[in-house]
């Protein structure tokens, strides 16, 4: 049995089933886990979704912002533009409807205690804990699979508020969960969010630092792996694992291994 971490394939179809290829991914043995954005920017985001519900219990998928996006496209929560149109296909598709509620009862985090990793889209708040982060995650969770989750997809849009506090209720609080868990990638030594960069982290401005490196996290002792933040790229440690390698980008697709002592990396060719 073997688990493998997958990043961002965004309707790159071809790419995935040519890294599952590379895996002799076994579907009655193996398990992917995905970082989400399954959908948008690519050639074939139909193929993709439909595959990967296809896949059943062999396959762990998080949401992803662009999922999201997909999700509040389909019920009229978000105007329709340009940078959408890859989603013609979803949205078009005599099963949209059953892809939609596949999709949004997906999960926003995924831990398993035996390899001590969590799976997220974009990151962690450095004061949640692991036991924390799910309970947040469970918090969208309800509220997309409830019967108002068209309210919820509706109110989930906008930078603020930029600061975590328990106090915070209602859909400011789902909006901030939202936010961390597929939105984030740098934030200012006070743990605010920051939105207005998404560059490699080293060539940040001083005052702003990548989610993962606030010191003293309250997740510390867990491996992380996400995806979302393509100009990052592969980053392999032992608390954290990043795959998104810009696979939409034409760059690559990137599997970890992560039941191994060391995980083990393996590329195929991004969209071309």
Known sequence: MAIYAIGDIQGCYDPFRRLLDELEFDTGKDTLWLTGDLVNRGPKSLKTLRFVRS????V???LGNHD???????????????RFQTLDNILNASDCDELMDWLRHRPLAHYDKTLGTLLVHAGVHPSWSVKKTLARAAEVENALQSDKYKVM???MYGNAPTQWSGDLSGYRRLRFIVNCLTRMRMMTNN????????GSPWRARKDLVPWYDIADPAWAGTRIVFGHWSSLGLVVLPEIISVDTG???GRQLTAVRLDKRRPRVIQVHGQA
Not at 68 to 82: D, E, F, N, P, T
Not at 191 to 198: E, K
């Open 55 to 58: 896949l059943g219990e062999s």
């Open 68 to 82: 999201l996006h997909l999700l509040a496209l389909s019920v009229g929560k978000i105007r329709y533009g340009q």
């Open 191 to 198: 743990m605010r969010l920051n939105f207005a960069y998404s």
């Open 153 to 155: 997809l509706g109110k």
């Open 247 to 249: 696979c939409v980008w």
């Open 60 to 62: 762990i998928t998080v």
